[in-house]
């Protein structure tokens, strides 16, 4: 049998590791056989690290089962385009073998984790990857726009609500508006293909979709978070590799990939490493500089300040706040109605539920105005973020958006947002990014 009609769906991780050592090694005399290790996250693909001593040498993906990610047409052709284009690039390492479900691609290097919230700062300085996020940026777009216009074509209403809307909006955002398979994607604790169907529904048949991708406050306002770019969309520690021998770094997991406003990028990490959780405002502003710089944009305090702000905002609209079932409590944006991911006990979704979910949108918007208004409420909002600000603001003498930021606490889901809690229950910055 070839390796083009080889299937390693159900193969174990031994026979894995022969398929890659053979491929890695068939040029040598010797070969040796590599370890292995499973890596895979919740695309439903799966992922193996095979490795020389402590050096990866390549990385084999097998198609796994169905998932949000992985079972739609739309998905696989929008992947492929983007890995193509990446490839073509110099940002995606090279594929050395396909299968008949799988392919090895040339290991970009070893981890730059510290941990799963931080860079190791002696091989991933900050200005080292806001250098890589910038160089992600410079990437062509030109091969997304008829994809884009494919997946506006299969509905007219959605078409309807999105096509209005201006490129920089947050709506385009694959990952949560799901405007391209139907299936929002709803974080860690994504639900199966045919929940994400009915939630998609849920918020088209309340009008939440409408509301929540039309509303112009969550636009971000700097002409650097406006720009197209390629996002990467999952852009953490842990999809981050680097080469010891180039001493570069590369990204790696396209799953998410798309063209869209440069703003998108920076929501993920401010609630996953960036934000005020993990890391204090000088690192922060000295990231984004650095980000500008790279991408030859203005980096004066201003416009490092107005990108910054930007980025704040935008933690309310990447997909895993208000769209997320993480801690499977509820999704906001279905607060109000029942809906298939909440808790049995937990009551919050029903008909009884303050504010609703299109209540939320137009408190989240009312506050994020009062923000972009007072100076000393912008500067709360880059040093100690977002959703801290209003929360420590009592929800700027709305009820309705202290109670839910009181149940969210509760709940712990403030977490969603770059935000944790002690067991005690008050917010909680983590003491490096307090200094």
Not at 93 to 113: N, Q
Request: aromatic share 10%; hydrophobic share 40%; glycine share 6%.
């Amino acid at each position: 049998m070839s390796y083009s009609e080889l299937s390693l769906k159900d193969a174990s991780l031994e026979e894995i590791a022969k398929v890659a050592s053979d491929i890695i090694y068939q040029d040598k005399v010797e070969k040796k056989i590599l370890s292995i290790r499973d890596v895979s996250g919740n695309s439903g693909a799966k992922t193996f690290i095979c490795s020389e001593g402590d050096i990866p040498k390549c990385i084999v993906k097998v198609k796994g089962n169905e998932s949000i990610m992985s079972s739609h047409p739309n998905t696989f052709k929008r992947v492929l385009a983007a890995t193509e284009i990446l490839r073509f690039n110099g940002i995606a390492p090279p594929i050395v073998l396909h299968g008949a479900d799988f392919h090895i691609e040339k290991s970009a290097g070893i981890s730059v984790m510290e941990d799963f919230f931080h860079f190791n700062q002696n091989i991933a300085p900050s200005e080292k990857v806001a250098k890589l996020l910038a160089k992600l940026h410079s990437t062509p777009i030109d091969w997304y726009q008829d994809l884009k216009n494919e997946f506006l074509e299969q509905d007219l209403n959605i078409s309807s609500i999105l096509k209005p809307m201006p490129s920089f909006a947050p709506c385009w955002c694959l990952p949560w508006s799901g405007f391209d398979t139907q299936m929002p994607v709803l974080g860690v604790g994504n639900p199966n293909p045919e929940i994400a169907k009915k939630i998609f529904k849920l918020e088209i048949k309340t009008g939440v979709y409408k509301k929540i991708m039309q509303c112009s406050a969550f636009f971000p306002k700097s002409d650097a978070a406006k720009r197209e770019v390629v996002v990467h969309n999952d852009f953490k520690p842990d999809n981050i590799l680097y080469d010891p021998e180039t001493k570069e770094l590369t990204v790696i997991d396209y799953d998410l990939v798309q063209v869209g406003a440069a703003v998108m990028e920076f929501g993920l990490p401010y609630m996953m490493w960036l934000g005020s959780r993990f890391t204090n405002f000088n690192f922060r502003k000295e990231f984004i500089k650095s980000y500008l710089i790279e991408s030859q944009l203005p980096f004066d305090d201003e416009n490092v300040k107005d990108m910054m702000l930007d980025c704040e905002i935008n933690t309310i609209v990447a997909f895993p706040g208000l769209l997320a079932n993480i801690y499977d409590a509820e999704i906001p944006l279905l607060r109000g109605i029942e809906h298939p991911t909440a808790k049995a006990d937990y009551l919050a979704s029903g008909l009884d539920a303050s504010p609703t979910g299109l209540e939320l949108v137009d408190l989240l918007a009312e506050a994020v105005e009062k923000i972009r208004s007072d100076d000393n409420l912008i500067i709360s909002c880059l040093e100690n973020g977002l959703v801290v600000t209003m929360f420590e603001n009592n929800g700027f003498g709305s009820k309705q958006l202290n109670s839910w930021l009181k149940e969210m606490q509760k709940n712990k889901m403030l977490r969603l947002f770059g935000i944790a809690e002690t067991d005690g229950g008050e917010l909680f910055v983590a003491d490096h990014a307090k200094k």
